[in-house]
């Protein structure tokens, strides 16, 4: 399948160790990008905070490479463009299906499994550009099994086969449209409203395991940074990083599907 990636120029590797790691040496070496690396398979796959991610043939592993698009201080919004851009793509391929959603902070879920994944990083070059990788994980063809949370991909959730290319090449407009949308971070309230219309455990309860603590409550919003805000007994509670467990995943939660990722 020829791939109209429109303004993004695409590398094609039959197998990397990580299309992440690939982007930023070529930043390194003096590449600007927009560049898409895609690798058919990758050997040292990885989500956040270094944990594995499975690569087999059949599904999506691409990195977009990005410099100076915004100042270090937004960089990280980056991640809520490519989430409210990959769902608005997926959502597409899955027919409009609304069980298709974004979980806080890199996940889209389908039906409460994880179908894929987000990993944004970020370096400042010698000559002080700011190089911006953002990872696209999505499970196409083929899903773990085995896991300690459910998992899906795209042929099964749209019941028609689905390959990389086909997400790709819905994929490239979205993003072109986010990236302008949010400019910079100047329209990051837009990004963030069209992020939590489609967010998975809005108003519900959940727990966010952080490094030092576990906070349980409610997921009322996301505030104008991108934290987390969850009210609690004690008040509301805005939360820069952790992993969430959705209602289903709560000891003690009437509710006993395990959604947790």
């Given amino acids: 399948m020829l791939v109209d990636a429109g303004p993004y120029r695409i590398e094609r590797f039959e197998t990397l160790g990580s299309t992440n790691d690939e982007a930023m040496v070529r930043a390194r070496a003096g590449e600007r990008g927009p560049l898409f690396i895609v690798a058919t398979r990758q050997t040292g796959g990885r989500g956040r905070q270094g944990r594995v991610w499975a690569s087999p043939p059949g599904n999506l592993y691409a990195s977009l490479l990005l410099t100076d698009a915004s100042d270090l201080k937004v960089a990280p919004q980056l991640g809520f463009v490519a989430g409210v851009a990959l769902a608005e793509s997926l959502r597409v391929l899955v027919h409009g ?22 990993l944004l990083e970020s370096a400042t070059m010698p000559d002080g550009r700011l190089a911006c990788v953002i990872g ?22 749209s019941g028609t086969p689905i390959g990389p290319d086909d997400v ?5 407009p979205s ?7 949010w400019d910079g971070g100047a329209g990051f309230l837009g990004i963030r409203s069209a992020w939590l219309a489609k967010a998975a455990g809005l108003g519900d309860m959940i727990e966010v395991r952080c490094s030092s603590r576990t906070v349980t409550g409610t997921f009322s919003s996301l505030d104008s940074t991108g934290r987390l805000l969850v009210e609690t007994a004690e008040g509301c509670v ?11 995943a709560i000891p003690g939660s009437n509710v006993t599907t395990n959604r947790g990722f």
């Fill in 97 to 118: 299906d609304e069980r298709l959603r974004l979980k806080w902070p890199n996940d889209i879920l389908f039906d409460g499994a994880k179908l894929a994944g987000l």
């Fill in 136 to 157: 696209f994980g999505v499970n196409c063809r083929s899903h773990p099994e085995g896991l300690a949370y459910p998992a899906t991909d795209l042929s099964a959730a």
């Fill in 168 to 172: 790709l090449q819905a994929l490239a």
């Fill in 175 to 181: 993003l072109q449209k986010h990236l302008a949308d």
């Fill in 238 to 248: 805005a939360i820069d990083a952790g992993d969430v467990f959705l209602h289903g």
